[in-house]
């Protein structure tokens, strides 16, 4: 059972923005660290944002200055704000749990190949950049 539904992703150009959502369905992470990472075709996954139960944040170098991860105050629905967007930006991006773990081993163990083993993830939201 999907626990985390994604939405917001679309077909922008470069420079532009897009807010991807992700709802826990059913408040079941609210006291986890709460990330998101993508997937290109033929790529591995990398991890792009995470944030802990306190706030706390860590970002990828390539995201930087352009991507914001939050949270509302319910800690039902997390956010990533992506500000110039670039085309190597074009991926499926996935939100997921991450535990209790801190957010930069977070970004860690969402990064490589395979699947995601560390929480529940869902099905993904396309994200595509043109130049």
């Known amino acids: 059972q999907v626990n985390l539904v994604e939405s917001g992703g679309g077909s922008v150009q470069s420079g532009g923005s897009l807010r991807l959502s992700c709802v826990d369905a059913e408040n079941a992470y609210s006291t986890d660290c709460m990330g998101w990472f993508r997937q290109a075709p033929g790529k591995e996954r990398e991890g792009v944002a995470a944030i802990d139960s306190d706030g706390g944040t860590s970002y990828v170098d390539s995201v930087k200055g352009r991507f914001t991860i939050s949270q509302d105050s319910a800690k039902v629905t997390l956010y990533l704000q992506m500000n110039d967007l670039k085309p190597e930006d074009t991926a499926m991006y996935y939100c997921?749990?991450?535990?209790?773990?801190?957010?930069?081993?977070?970004?860690?163990?969402?990064?490589?190949?395979?699947?995601?083993?560390?929480?529940?993830w869902g099905q993904g939201t396309q994200v595509t950049v043109s130049s």
């Open positions: 997921a749990s991450c535990g209790g773990m801190s957010t930069v081993r977070a970004l860690g163990v969402m990064t490589g190949p395979g699947h995601y083993e560390y929480g529940v």
